[in-house]
């Protein structure tokens, strides 16, 4: 069980991909945010129960993101030193 930082890049700003991700990650049960970045990335920060499957579910959800979208890359990493309080999963600006 651990706290994952996924960045997304390609065309992810401006095609609703946030509240996609975010209405598809609620719907599968993880809890964490979803956030644009300066860069035009967009960073999203997933808990993962079960290593390998939910971690390979929510890459899915990324990939797929929204109509619109075009993901070109998804970078993640663990994360420890992340504090959220949070229940379930919301959109942050």
């Known amino acids: 069980m ?6 997304s890049s390609g065309r ?3 095609v609703f991909y946030r509240k996609f ?4 990650m609620m ?3 993880f809890n ?3 956030r644009n ?3 035009g990335t967009v960073e999203t920060v997933v ?16 990939k797929e993101g929204s ?3 075009e993901i070109e890359d998804i970078r993640y990493e663990t994360v420890d030193d992340i504090q959220i309080d949070t229940d379930g999963f919301e959109i942050r600006y």
Do not use: N, T
């Open 2 to 7: 651990e706290w994952y930082r996924f960045i």
């Open 12 to 14: 992810v700003q401006h």
């Open 21 to 24: 991700v975010s209405q598809a």
């Open 27 to 29: 719907h599968a049960g």
């Open 32 to 34: 964490g945010y979803i």
């Open 37 to 39: 970045l300066d860069d």
């Open 47 to 62: 808990f993962i129960e079960d290593d390998e499957a939910d971690l390979q579910k929510a890459i899915m959800i990324l």
């Open 67 to 69: 109509p619109m979208s």
